[in-house]
């Protein structure tokens, strides 16, 4: 043991020059390290070259919808032109399960749009969702036999003055590379006119890799979050969790078939048993993200910015007397030190030195970040050692000196972005920098950065100097997946990863340009209620206790939240 720490100690200083590596055991293509580096012994000086999340080309099928396909016709089969498609492919592709999707739609100035998707097909009587509607709330039509894979949605949607539309959206399957991944073309009619029309490639989400359920992590408990006198019923849409106090606090957004969200009080002293002790609405909008600092729990609103509550009972949350909510949004918030950010629209800088009274110290949009720009959007942030790591978006990750931040407004310093054109705007393929975590090794400071799209992933990159980041390497799964959240434990070397569809992931980041995959657990299972509604589910919250934090009860616990199973505690193995 003490050898092989020493060999990591000795490599750090090597590892940012000359790839020093420890161990690739596990850096195999499809198992996470599959970049154009993986392999290899490259480090950030080997000239490697970040790229897009994914490549936003030609269309994404030889098919297309026939122009001039009206009434009951329009965006059924008979209205796709599937005469190039090697339609015997189709035959072996699943005919259930949970899929997602990412379309091309082709605008009529010529310009095209890309959007994920999500959809759930059953053959057993149960719930289907297709792109955000479940039954029965939807008539859904399906064909499939050996030359065809065709799916069609028919709703009845609700317009504002009271009246109704029909709307029919269908799929048509133009070419299989195999029995979980296919290509087709879409269409979108509305009383029978077609108001949207592209091409989209498609996944069943199946278990990956020949993985089990878990490999280094052990479950502890499994709590489902809904209303406490209906049990089958979501208490909204579960996202994030803070634990403190040996309570832990998720936040729920409302969901069109999840309902209204907002704050689940569990107590976690028995981590094997979570005691329900109190639930509180969010009486509408979202409640997006938490963090606690002493007595004072701080959640991010949709409607109201930052909303603060008492928690010196913890059982017993109560809104403070000094609020700083206000009418604008805050998506995220992060505490570090004495100061309490909120990232939305756009980042607000509290003091909290005083935790229970918030004071602004100000609003901040780095000079880079076009005002107003919706790619733009700040959507969550990492603070350390005075620097502030925003991830906003399109405009990729922004750095900023806050060391004086009591005093001084956030100073920029610099920033990482890819996927952009000569004039420094986002390509149309553009990437969405989402969250991460930086931490010291050596003389050196690495940051760890994630999107959330499709093809979203791990990125390792070199902030020593903010102003000429370096990419590092990469750790990836599938495309259809994305990557969420994520937590570094900078003394164990240990990042920990909400995954989505790839459930929870645990690397070895002690040499951080080979990261190494030592534990997981597949969260995602196609049977759970109200799968396919969103591109955005499975694991999406994560949470491992750090001082002041750490109880006798959660130490070595992960608290992870899953879109539908809710709160899974997890215990590492190894």
Sequence with gaps: MQRSRLAVLLCLPLVLTTGCVIDNSKCNKGTGCDGPDAGSDAGVDAGLVDTADWEGTAPLANCNFIQGTTGAQCGELSSFNLSACPRSTLGGVGKEGVYTSHSRMARPDGGVNYFVRSFSLRNDGGTQTFNGWSTPDMELTKQFDANTWFVSRHTTPALRDGGTYNQTVGYAGCSAEDSNHFTGCYAVCNDGQAIEVGTFQAARIVPARGESEASGLALVSETFIHYPDYPDYFFGLPVDIYVTKDHAYIVSVDGSYQGRGGLTIFNVS????????KQISSGGGYWNGVWAKGDALYIASSRNGVVTYDITNPANPVLTPVQVQETRDAHTVFVEGNQLYAMGDPTRIYDISNPRAPTLLGRYVPPSVPDGD???????????KGRMYSYYWAYGMQISDVSQIATQPPVALGSYRYATNPDGS????????HAGAVGTYGDRLIAFEGGEDWGSHLRVLDVTDPANVKFITRYRLRQEASIHNMILDEAKKRLYIAYYHEGVRVLDVANPARPQEIGYYNTFRAEDPMRGLSFYEGAIGIRVPKAPD????????LYVIDTSRGLLIFRETR
């Excluded at 028995?270 to 002790?277: F, G, N, Q, R, Y």
């Excluded at 919706?374 to 350390?384: I, K, L, N, T």
């Excluded at 750490?550 to 616990?557: F, M, P, R, W």
Aim: no cysteine; hydrophobic share 40%; glycine share 6%.
């Design 374 to 384: 919706s790619r733009g959007y700040v959507h969550d942030a990492f603070v350390y």
């Design 550 to 557: 750490v109880s006798a009860a959660n130490a070595g616990l």
């Design 426 to 433: 986002p390509l149309i393929n553009y990437s969405h920098s």
């Design 270 to 277: 028995d981590p094997a048993h979570p005691t329900l002790v």
